[in-house]
């Protein structure tokens, strides 16, 4: 069984940065799609960004694009996401997630597995 559990989310100011972490438990991380998602009340949850095992590729919401960074580390079986220049419609809270599949990474649909998500709050 994959478990995911995010950490590093909290309250900040308008321009300011956060950086997420995602540890993941299992073997076989580094062979697993990873993506962040981010869901505010009342909206259905939102791709972010993504990151794909095959060629590392980096896929962005165009939201984030130019302020989000995805990236992972396999040897500590954690995927990050570092926000910059935060606004304050970032504010939600965010999910990791992972899955075999490498293909579709900003479908939600296409991930099997959840972290339980971590609130990112962005005051004006």
């Known amino acids: 069984q994959v478990q995911l559990v995010e950490s590093g989310g909290g309250l900040v100011q308008a321009g300011g940065s956060l950086r997420l972490s995602c540890a993941v438990s299992g073997r076989t991380f580094s062979r697993y799609k990873m993506g962040w998602f981010r869901q505010t009340p009342g909206k259905e949850r939102e791709f972010v960004a993504a990151i794909v095992w095959s060629s590392a590729a980096t896929y962005y919401a165009d939201s984030v694009k130019g302020r989000f960074t995805i990236s992972r580390d396999n040897a500590k079986n954690v995927v990050y996401l570092q926000m910059n220049s935060l606004k304050p419609e970032d504010t939600a809270v965010y999910y990791c997630?992972?899955?075999?599949?490498?293909?579709?990474?900003?479908?939600?649909?296409?991930?099997?597995?959840w972290g339980q998500g971590t609130q990112v709050t962005v005051s004006s």
């Open positions: 997630a992972a899955d075999r599949a490498d293909w579709s990474p900003a479908l939600e649909a296409e991930y099997d597995y």
